[in-house]
């Protein structure tokens, strides 16, 4: 036997296992991920390399007489690398790839930096000379200011990146505020992006059931118990809470803890909450950071200068010597699956890690997915419900209004007269408003209305947006031409935009609601990494009556100002061709529902739709999640789809149409005839993919779906041995297992 060894635990090493011969007493022992003492190099010093692949041939480019022996199995230690080697073996194996690339995934890129030095803003007074800085900056509407000497009451230390990117501050008026004596502008290697007075904020006491879920997890967990729980309620219940609680016990028994967030909720707010009760324990990862970055945040971990990780996918990965928690918050979230090979799921990574480390893994969200709910139900995870909103507030009234009786009654606006009523209505109050619609741009597809050609990308099987200033776009490519008066098809001048996107939307604000000053916040307005927080910051701050956006304006903020949500085109989401459809948009309805009357003032929320009646919207508008759930599971189970079943989708790419036709062809026909356990198995396809091809690349899509997962898996591995051994240039195949968007 032979053993494909990985010497150096980094990704320029990655490239190129070495192979070397098991000693016949090794054979049983050694196992992919075992630590191996080895002879290395041209003196055969004796260093330590992972298993990354065990197989009987022996390598074909190396003579027999070349090929070294494994010395010996390191010793047995509990170890952060053979982890993750661990969880590397188990992504390939679950999820198709090779074990390179599931390597990649897992370990950071080495990359030192050098150590950078930071521009720092710091408090020169006392808090009370900042408070009356406050009340003057806010009588002479000096909103900046007010942001800034806001934030320098809990934290007398903050970057000036920071600053003047996220917090939406410019430079003229932090220099103003330094001359009026309230600041200084320092250089310093501060690690941290703040640092905090001595008053810590006032920690909130615990409702009796966050009390329950954090004494029941903390004393299973102390008792060797790696189990998995659920949070779930009503949206503003104090999950967050709840997590700093058990992240803090871990802490105290000396252990670390990984808190996964989506990246869109990674926020300057939701951040500060963790380092003002953590402070340098805490290691944040995001995608702005660079490879180095992330290198030196994995290295913190691992050498034990951090206790807490927080971030996407990718957090999940620190390696940590004794990790004690993995907590997985907005658990529904579609963003927790890959969508680049190995296409692996955040949440099963996630219970194979706690399993390798034995660690519980806590999920939460008001909306759970399906899959988890289904677990819930078989008691496989232990659920906790939270029923009282405690940030504040109360749930709000929702209306439902039917917008094929606007229409009857003469209203072709996008706005119902109950919505405009309403906003009309917070406008004379002061009040803040936030309207949500699933859209992006000026319209949406360029439609001839006699003979019903739309203008499509010529690199991409999309139709084009139109946009300001006579402009087609694809949102997938990025092509851009000029707008058409006349149908290329048929010659006819009724061709326009079908549908609203965010910019017209706005334009029709301004036109009924002048004296509303309006943020819009889309694609389009977030292209810099500073726009998403500098919009954001401007409306928690009052600078703005309407926040106009897409779905990126629900996830998990909390605007204590906001007494009105507007859901337009609810119902969107709705005519996806996909079986998640209902439930992506009862997440949405609801996450969005939810973001209205989290202060003092009682919130109402419009959901304005062309299908009143649908489950998705009835109990999205009650905040009824597992009404929802007894109805969509319903339809789960008559179709076998995932949680009830499992599918596999097997995606081909390739720029020859009839060379990628006859290549999943001839793979569909070959795993009916050798696969045992095809009886079992249900094949839809191959067929063009829903999208059949983005940038001049052609793609084609096979879906299996069966009761259990090991057959979907023998598919798999078949089709991945066939790979090896044919020859295929120029297409592609890749494997996703209970996809989440279908392909």
């Known amino acids: 036997m032979y053993a494909d060894v990985i010497v150096d635990i980094s990704h320029k090493n990655l490239d190129k296992p070495f192979s070397y011969r098991i000693p016949d007493k090794l054979e049983s022992v050694i196992q992919t991920g075992s630590k191996v003492a080895i002879p290395f190099g041209m003196g055969n010093k004796e260093r330590f390399g992972y298993v990354v692949g065990k197989h009987s041939d022996p390598p074909k480019d190396i003579r027999a007489e070349q090929i070294k022996e494994i010395t010996g199995l390191a010793?047995?230690?509990?170890?952060?690398?053979?982890?993750?080697?661990?969880?590397?073996?188990?992504?390939?194996?679950?999820?198709?790839?090779?074990?390179?690339?599931?390597?990649?995934?897992?370990?950071?890129?080495?990359?030192?930096?050098?150590?950078?030095?930071?521009?720092?803003?710091?408090?020169?007074?006392?808090?009370?000379?900042?408070?009356?800085?406050?009340?003057?900056?806010?009588?002479?509407?000096?909103?900046?200011?007010?942001?800034?000497?806001?934030?320098?009451?809990?934290?007398?230390?903050?970057?000036?990146?920071?600053?003047?990117?996220?917090?939406?501050?410019?430079?003229?008026?932090?220099?103003?505020?330094?001359?009026?004596?309230?600041?200084?502008?320092?250089?310093?290697?501060?690690?941290?992006?703040?640092?905090?007075?001595?008053?810590?904020?006032?920690?909130?006491?615990?409702?009796?059931?966050?009390?329950?879920?954090?004494?029941?997890?903390?004393?299973?967990?102390?008792?060797?118990?790696?189990?998995?729980?659920?949070?779930?309620?009503?949206?503003?219940?104090?999950?967050?809470?709840?997590?700093?609680?058990?992240?803090?016990?871990?802490?105290?028994?000396?252990?670390?803890?990984?808190?996964?967030?989506?990246?869109?909720?990674?926020?300057?707010?939701?951040?500060?909450?963790?380092?003002?009760?953590?402070?340098?324990?805490?290691?944040?990862?995001?995608?702005?950071?660079?490879?180095?970055?992330?290198?030196?945040?994995?290295?913190?971990?691992?050498?034990?200068?951090?206790?807490?990780?927080?971030?996407?996918?990718?957090?999940?990965?620190?390696?940590?010597?004794?990790?004690?928690?993995?907590?997985?918050?907005?658990?529904?979230?579609?963003?927790?699956?890959?969508?680049?090979?190995?296409?692996?799921?955040?949440?099963?990574?996630?219970?194979?890690?706690?399993?390798?480390?034995?660690?519980?893994?806590?999920?939460?969200?008001?909306?759970?997915?399906?899959?988890?709910?289904?677990?819930?139900?078989?008691?496989?995870?232990?659920?906790?419900?939270?029923?009282?909103?405690?940030?504040?507030?109360?749930?709000?009234?929702?209306h439902i209004v039917d917008m094929k009786e606007e229409l009857q009654n003469g209203n072709r606006t996008m706005f119902s007269k109950k919505l405009q009523t309403l906003m009309e209505d917070r406008l004379e109050k002061g009040e803040q408003t936030m309207l949500f619609i699933n859209r992006r741009g000026y319209s949406g597809s360029v439609l001839c209305r006699d003979c019903g050609e739309v203008i499509k990308c010529p690199h991409c099987d999309i139709s084009l947006s139109a946009h300001r200033g006579g402009i087609l776009m694809c949102h997938y490519c990025g092509y851009t031409t000029e707008s058409v008066k006349n149908c290329p098809k048929c010659g006819s001048a009724k061709i326009a935009g079908f549908r609203a996107g965010t910019e017209q939307i706005e334009e029709e604000i301004h036109k009924r609601f002048p004296q509303a000053v309006v943020l819009r916040m889309d694609a389009d307005t977030t292209k810099k990494a500073e726009d998403y927080e500098a919009i954001l910051s401007k409306f928690a701050q009052g600078e703005a009556d309407i926040l106009l956006g897409t779905q990126m304006i629900v996830k998990g903020h909390d605007f204590k100002g906001v007494t009105l949500m507007g859901i337009l085109l609810a119902d969107t989401s709705l005519s996806h061709n996909d079986y998640r459809a209902a439930e992506r948009t009862f997440q949405l309805l609801t996450q969005a529902a939810g973001r209205s009357g989290r202060g003092d003032l009682p919130g109402e929320t419009v959901i304005q739709t062309y299908q009143p009646e649908h489950y998705a919207i009835t109990f999205a508008a009650d905040q009824d999640y597992e009404g929802f759930y007894e109805e969509e599971i319903q339809f789960r189970e008559f179709m076998e789809y995932p949680p009830v079943g499992h599918m596999l989708s097997v995606q081909f790419f390739g720029p020859d149409w009839e060379r990628l036709s006859r290549l999943s062809l001839g793979f569909a026909k070959e795993v009916k005839e050798r696969i045992p356990e095809f009886e079992t198995i249900k094949q839809i396809g191959p067929g063009k993919a829903s999208l059949g091809k983005i940038k001049d690349v052609y793609r084609q899509v096979i879906y299996y779906k069966c009761s259990t997962l090991q057959p979907l898996i023998a598919v798999k591995d078949y089709m991945e041995n066939r790979i090896g051994q044919i020859s295929i240039d120029k297409e592609q195949i890749q494997f996703d297992f209970d996809p989440v968007n279908t392909f």
Not at 150 to 159: F, T
Request: glycine share 6%; proline share 4%.
């Open 75 to 398: 010793e047995k230690s509990v170890n952060a690398e053979e982890n993750l080697i661990a969880l590397a073996a188990f992504i390939k194996e679950q999820y198709g790839s090779t074990m390179i690339s599931a390597l990649k995934c897992v370990l950071p890129v080495k990359k030192e930096i050098k150590k950078r030095e930071e521009k720092m803003i710091i408090s020169k007074v006392p808090v009370l000379t900042l408070e009356q800085g406050i009340v003057e900056a806010d009588r002479k509407k000096q909103r900046a200011k007010v942001r800034l000497l806001r934030e320098l009451l809990s934290s007398d230390r903050l970057s000036y990146s920071l600053v003047t990117g996220k917090l939406n501050v410019s430079s003229p008026t932090v220099k103003s505020l330094e001359k009026e004596g309230f600041l200084s502008v320092e250089v310093t290697e501060n690690e941290l992006p703040f640092s905090f007075r001595e008053e810590k904020e006032k920690i909130p006491a615990l409702s009796e059931e966050q009390e329950e879920i954090i004494n029941t997890v903390t004393a299973e967990r102390r008792e060797g118990k790696a189990g998995q729980y659920y949070i779930y309620g009503i949206t503003g219940s104090g999950k967050t809470e709840v997590y700093m609680h058990l992240i803090e016990e871990c802490l105290k028994d000396g252990k670390e803890a990984i808190l996964l967030i989506p990246e869109i909720a990674l926020t300057y707010q939701n951040l500060l909450r963790f380092y003002r009760r953590f402070g340098n324990k805490v290691a944040v990862m995001h995608s702005k950071l660079t490879d180095g970055e992330k290198y030196e945040q994995f290295k913190k971990a691992k050498e034990g200068k951090v206790s807490i990780m927080i971030g996407p996918r990718s957090a999940l990965f620190a390696p940590f010597q004794n990790l004690g928690m993995i907590i997985i918050d907005e658990e529904h979230e579609s963003s927790y699956k890959s969508e680049t090979m190995p296409k692996f799921h955040a949440r099963e990574v996630a219970f194979k890690l706690g399993e390798i480390a034995n660690a519980p893994v806590v999920m939460g969200s008001a909306t759970p997915s399906l899959e988890s709910f289904y677990r819930i139900k078989k008691g496989e995870i232990k659920a906790f419900r939270l029923s009282k909103r405690l940030t504040g507030g109360s749930l709000p009234d929702v």
